[in-house]
């Protein structure tokens, strides 16, 4: 889950990554328990999807899992969000609210699941095709997933946090794609947003924090087929997001921690 969705969230705030978050093993294990649990759900709830469902549906099975594996859902009890999950379909790209909304055969979906368990905190998204759908879609995908592989490979302490968008900026740019410019990574662990605050996920000049050892966060590029910026999707709801202009977009998202050898995945499923 990006930042906190009252606002469209460009980063305007600068906190000091001089923080280590993760300074034992233990803090270490209890994060990769959450991580864990955060991607199983993420995993069974794709693999659950029918045309048919509706999206509140499909928010009970992530529900019913996270509580199974005692973890709360980190938007509800951070931001009172109204579902456990966000699930985007299609015009959405981020925050979408769990509802009455019927799946189609060839939507696109969006799927973040963040959760806490014993005080840590975690976070993990994907986008999906339902079913058969757009070749284009289906390629979107593909890269959305690259993409965010592209900027968890620069991660290493002591690396700039800037070598993240510009990574994933080269790759957009080579496959003819845009980037939303609003909707950020962010650092997680002790809270669902946390220090560092806001990584872009594009090209940012004015980027000078470096990645320190232990260091936790998110990273979460949304790659769009035009899109460059995500606005609400109404006046009356403060939460669901859309890309401006209008067009399709997916999310792939890991938790991390940076280390001297490299990024450690922590929202694997296995």
Same mark, same amino acid.
């Given at each position: 889950m990006t930042a906190p969705p009252r606002v469209c969230w460009p980063i305007t705030s600068r906190i000091r990554a001089d923080r280590v978050t993760i300074t034992t093993e233990e803090q270490l294990e209890k994060l990769k328990t959450i991580g864990r649990i955060c991607a199983i759900t993420r995993e069974a709830m794709a693999s659950a999807m029918r045309p048919g469902m509706t999206t509140g549906e499909l928010d009970e099975i992530g529900a019913r899992l996270l509580a199974e594996h005692g973890a709360q859902s980190a938007p509800m009890v951070t931001y009172d969000f109204p579902g456990a999950t966000c699930i985007s379909v299609n015009e959405e790209i981020a925050h979408g609210i769990p509802g009455d909304r019927v799946l189609r055969e060839g939507d696109l979906v969006n799927i973040d699941v963040s959760a806490e368990k014993d005080g840590v905190f975690a976070d993990c998204?994907?986008?999906h095709v339902l079913g058969e759908g757009d070749r284009r879609l289906v390629n979107l995908c593909r890269?959305?997933?690259? !993409?965010?592989? !592209?900027g968890i490979n620069t991660v290493k302490a002591g690396a700039p946090l800037s070598v993240i968008? *510009? !990574?994933?900026?080269?790759? !957009?740019?080579?496959g003819g794609y845009t980037l939303i410019r609003n909707l950020a990574s962010h650092g997680v662990g002790d809270s669902l947003h946390d220090e560092?605050? *806001?990584?872009a996920t594009w090209p940012d000049r004015s980027e000078?924090?470096?990645? %320190?050892?232990?260091?936790?966060? %998110?990273?979460?590029?949304f790659l769009s087929l035009g899109g460059r910026m995500a606005d609400h999707k109404s006046d009356d709801d403060e939460w669901t997001l859309v890309s401006r202009p209008s067009a399709p977009c997916v999310q792939y998202e890991h938790t991390v921690v940076a280390t001297p050898r490299g990024a450690v995945v922590v929202t694997l499923a296995a």
């Open positions: 998204g994907s986008s890269d959305g997933k690259k !993409a965010m592989w !592209a968008g *510009e !990574a994933i900026g080269k790759f !957009a740019k080579k560092p605050g *806001e990584i000078r924090r470096r990645m %320190t050892n232990g260091l936790v966060f %998110t990273i979460e590029p």
